[in-house]
């Protein structure tokens, strides 16, 4: 069973950053992908950003691009994700999740192991 714990978030103002991270309870020589998915009040879930454990290759939602930086480090099997020029519009939770798969997917659906989120609320 894979284990997703997220840590990190909390409250910053406008133009702050924030690193948030996923420890990972993975031991495995098969392929994997992290990413990061937000979710506001009263809104769906959305992709955030993803990495593969083996290539590290990356993917960014357009509204993230230039501003995060989603990174790894295999020998503690946790994924970060470095936010900075944080906006409002940037608060929510941020759950981590994990598919055994080597593509950088972003919907929901291709996701299997989900953190339990950890807050991030930017002020104005």
């Known amino acids: 069973q894979?284990?997703?714990?997220?840590?990190?978030?909390?409250?910053?103002?406008?133009?702050?950053?924030?690193?948030?991270s996923c420890a990972a309870s993975i031991r495995t020589s098969r392929s994997y992908t992290v990413?990061?998915?937000?979710?506001?009040?009263?809104?769906?879930?959305?992709?955030?950003?993803?990495i593969t454990y083996i290539g590290g290759r990356t993917n960014y939602?357009?509204?993230?691009?230039?501003?995060?930086?989603?990174?790894?480090?295999?020998?503690?099997?946790t994924a970060y994700l470095q936010m900075n020029s944080l906006k409002p519009e940037d608060t929510g939770v941020y759950y981590c999740a994990a598919v055994f798969a080597s593509m950088t997917v972003t919907s929901t659906r291709d996701y299997n192991y989900w953190g339990q989120g950890t807050q991030v609320t930017v002020s104005s």
Request: glycine share 14%.
């Open 61 to 77: 939602a357009d509204s993230v691009k230039g501003r995060f930086t989603i990174s790894k480090d295999n020998a503690k099997n």
């Open 2 to 20: 894979v284990q997703l714990v997220e840590s990190g978030g909390g409250l910053v103002q406008a133009g702050g950053s924030l690193r948030l």
């Open 35 to 50: 990413a990061w998915f937000r979710q506001a009040s009263g809104k769906e879930r959305e992709f955030v950003a993803a």
